[in-house]
């Protein structure tokens, strides 16, 4: 099956700075990308995902960029706040045609943004 | 309000004592799935489905139960619970119309933190 890998799991910025996630997938057929954003005892929330044939996608501070070829995508937030302190999840999933299958969550980065 | 409705949100319970943590969703979406979240382990599918009578083991599905007679409600169901099955839970819903990627998208319940003792 597939095998998310997140790193690092705990990151420290101050506020202004960017901050970058890393995530890697072993399973080739996987061509969904989501990103969630988890606040302190609520829920994961999706923030940003990319297609397998997508390279990159931007929404304001927010960017996800993809290597399909070595298997690892990225979440990139500029000029962070502190309100962007928060656990962020990585997801690859395998693409059934016309619905989610499984689901792969990496482990989770703990981001905190120093202000 | 577009919403998925877990219940109870807090539950404590003794081992071997069968519990069913409901899952409820208000948008007509296909596909259910349930998570369980342990620190330093990230998010871990434990079952899901692609719709009505339609149910798949995720990664971590020894010791649950799930059953989909109806669109929306998807419970989890423990058995006999072990205090290794205390975790926080989550339950999830998606459309699994491809018109875009906004219809993919995953709503999360607001948990259950299930204490087994």
């Known amino acids: 099956g597939e095998n998310v890998e997140q790193h690092p799991s705990t990151l420290s910025v101050q506020e202004g700075d960017s901050a970058v996630i890393k995530c890697t997938y072993s399973d080739s057929a996987s061509n969904y990308f989501p990103w969630y954003k988890q606040e302190l005892g609520k829920r994961p929330q999706l923030i940003i995902d990319?297609?397998?044939?997508?390279g990159e996608k931007k929404d304001q501070r927010i960017a996800v960029t993809l290597n399909k070829t070595a298997k690892h995508f990225s979440l990139h937030i500029t000029e962070t706040q502190p309100e962007d302190s928060a656990v962020y999840f990585c997801a690859a999933i395998i693409d059934r045609g016309s619905t989610l299958g499984r689901l792969y969550f990496g482990r989770g980065t703990q981001l905190t943004v120093w202000p | 309000e577009a919403q998925v409705t877990q219940n109870p949100r807090y539950l404590i319970t003794v081992t071997g004592k069968k519990l069913t943590v409901t899952c409820s969703q208000n948008m007509n979406h296909e596909y259910m799935s349930w998570y369980r979240q342990d620190p330093g382990l990230g998010l871990r599918q434990i079952y899901y489905?692609?719709?009505?009578?339609?149910?798949d083991k995720g990664d971590v599905p020894e010791g649950y139960k799930v059953s989909r007679k109806e669109k929306r409600n998807f419970p989890l169901i423990l058995e006999s619970p072990s205090p290794n099955q205390t975790s926080l839970y989550f339950c999830a819903s998606s459309s699994t119309t491809r018109t875009g990627t906004e219809n993919e998208k995953l709503f999360f319940g607001s948990g259950t933190q299930l204490s087994v003792l």
């Open positions: 489905s692609m719709n009505v009578e339609v149910t």
């Open positions: 990319i297609r397998s044939n997508v």
